[in-house]
């Protein structure tokens, strides 16, 4: 995890794990759980759940159970993996259980943000808890009525039995366990017990997202409600010089158009116009129709300035990271060495669904919807901004059509809340892909320089790796800090091999006014592509073979090689490769988890590089639902070939040129390569899962096209189109 | 503003809407079927998709005047109960993650087999790559494709 990262993205106070679980259930419906957890305040006063409270478990007096999901559903599947650390401990089996979707508020939910793929592994011991606990007290309730020790019971299916193999259902016992103290350490199943975490589930999602049942960010509709398209200043920090609203004013459902603004945390706000009408094609109609000029920057970046910026900057030392041994010396003394310098672009995130949000503010209290990867972060945004306490806000969470961390940025959620407030009506913000594309914030660019040499075995020696890039933390935070101390900006470079001489360092580049933020695996999508395509370049320089040399620097750490090796196993390293094909492989580290690919390439007809096959190995610790595990590394392939292959968001006097899907262009399924996944089994703690299978794969794919074509690919995105 | 009659999953409504507004927010916006999703606007990504007479539009693109007179079918009408075989295929393949594309690739993907019960990768290439899925279901989406065809992949 990242402990900087989330440093700022963690807003709750709660370290211990509450639990309340209730013993009525009232009708409620899906995003309208409220309702029913007014009743558990009768546990507020309860020690181990304090001041505030984790109303995750209700049970009825039929028994039916419900859980309710702390964390927001982005499509990584949180709806069933969170609610199954519970019900596992609970003794209920997660498919008769009923899920439903907690507010933003934690207060009663704990951490609910989703980002660093720590949804599982962040709440792993703390959700099992909440479960465990719940069945102690309903333990300790059937062994009140039968005399027993609780020790003596055990839970099943929804019930308690004693060692006459006599039961009580939970519905039964709920009651009487209501009334009891929480425990403050429950005791947690043995891993090899697990009866449910570990196996291939079914989401409960997914009949609702076949069936067009499921409601979205975007869906959500009150009484009332207008529509606001927004026109954002292009260039980020130029004003409004003139605007002509007429023509837009005429379009027939067009209501009003207000000059507001865009805020994103630091930065200074963005100058914006909305078009407010009674349904969205209006809205977007007259956002179309504005004359707005805008002030254009005396000096406008440019995706030329930028890189040469970052390469200027890379002539100096920047501030040291790591360092073992004595790199400068080795390196000087090597004779076998090898330098390279790579290119990594900015990326929009693109969600297929793009940012909206409804708001109602009515004096100082506000309900919101809204698509979010950050519901407590957005609630303390919100309180700040409309200067209200964090309880006047009704925060819901509908599903969220992607996330990628684009949504950890809640300036979609000011928007609505400053319309709303300043037009005294529900106001729905929509952004439309063109919105998306250009507007940010970006997942940054960097340039790479890496120095490596070898011994007189062809083993990796000495390796200095230096990131040239901005710094989200400064850019979001102002943490000035980040310039010189880089923290993740750094990841996933030391993580995983182990050279003695090895020195990495940070040199700061400023891209003000683009706006930045963490896109899928952060840092690690841009230096794991330099870091282990020069890893490879250094296996070539001793005319080694790639897999061999990582073997080599992997020597230490039995984990980790173990991954290696089932890799090399499954991906038929040994074997002799096709005539006219080309093989590559790359590993990484980070959020946890371990994770390579091994991918294949070959020449179609016309001469054009194809991508034929990807074999996956990733070491994840215990992995609570492998089915969905599978689909999010599946998720990881496809975006990262995307990001390899297709395109880069560049810039021109300070404007974004790309704006839709058809210059910003994402990978289709006749793109897609033959995948093959493998998960190594074991009974660590779980790593993460939404991220860690994406770095390695554009540097396996550089690698595989080298091992074809004997070209260096040290530039993503790649054309191989010609 | 002009009335308009439209038939949507069997069922009659009249709208009174501009004549250059797209079906798809006719659909979510008016009627409130929400099923068919916004994603691009220009015809790229196919989260829009709806049949129209049987044939797949992307209706963020097909003016409203263009449905009048037609059968409309949205993700809603597919099925009462999610037993549409797709549907079920792609239960069976669990292939939604973020599930925002979805509707549009069920419903294309139904067309498909009616057009070909047995459709070859190629085939499935063809009629899916009018689909974008961010979070990455494409091979997913060919598996429960072949099983709804009650072909083995
Ligand atoms: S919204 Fe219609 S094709 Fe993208
Ligand atoms: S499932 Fe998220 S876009 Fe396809």
Redesign the pocket.
Known sequence: MNISRRKFIQTSGLAAAGLAIGYQFIACTADEPEGTIQLFRMNVDNEAVGAALNPYILIEKTGAVTIFTPKPEIGTGTFQSLPLLIAEELGVNPTSITVKQSRGDNQRFGDQDVGGSSAVSGRWVQLRQVGAAAREMLCTAAAARWGVAAGDCRVENGQVFNQKNESLSFGDLVEDAAKLPVPKEPKLKDPKDFLYIGKPQPRKDIEWKVNGSANFGIDMKVEGMVYAVIERSPNFSGKIKSLDDTAARSVKGVLDVVRTERWLLQRKPQESVAVIADNFWAALKGKKALQIEWEVPAEPMSTEKIYNNFRELAKGDGAKDKSKGNFAKTFAAATVKTEAEYELPFLAHSPLEPQNCLAHVQGDKVEIWSPSQTPNWDVQHVAGFLKIPPENITYHVPFVGGGFGRRLIGDYVIEACRLSKQLGKPVKVMWTREDDTTQGPFRPGSVNQLKGALDADGHLLALHHKVVAPSINYALFNDVESKTKPGYIMEPIADLYDIPNFETSYVFADVEPMPINWWRSVYSSTNAFAHESFIDEMARAGGQDPFEFRRHLLRNDARRLKTLEMLAEKSGWGQPKAEGTGRGVAITHCFGSTAGHVVEVSKNSKGKIKVDRVVTVVDAGIIVNPDNYRAQVEGCIVMALTAALKDAITFENGVAKQDNFHNYRMLRIDEMPKVEIHLMQNTEAPGGAGEPALPPLAPALANAIFDLTGERLRKLPMDLTT | MSNFKLSINGKSYQVDVEEDMPL?WVVRDYIGLTGS?????????????MHLNGEPV????TPITAAVGKKITTIEGLSEDSSHPVQQAWIAEQVPQCGYCQSGQIMRAAWLLEQHPKPTDGQIDEAMSAHICRCGTYDRVRKAIHRAAGVDS
């Open positions: 798809l999703k916004f994603g691009c606007g220009i015809m790229q990504c196919g989260a829009c998709t992307f209706s963020c693109s």
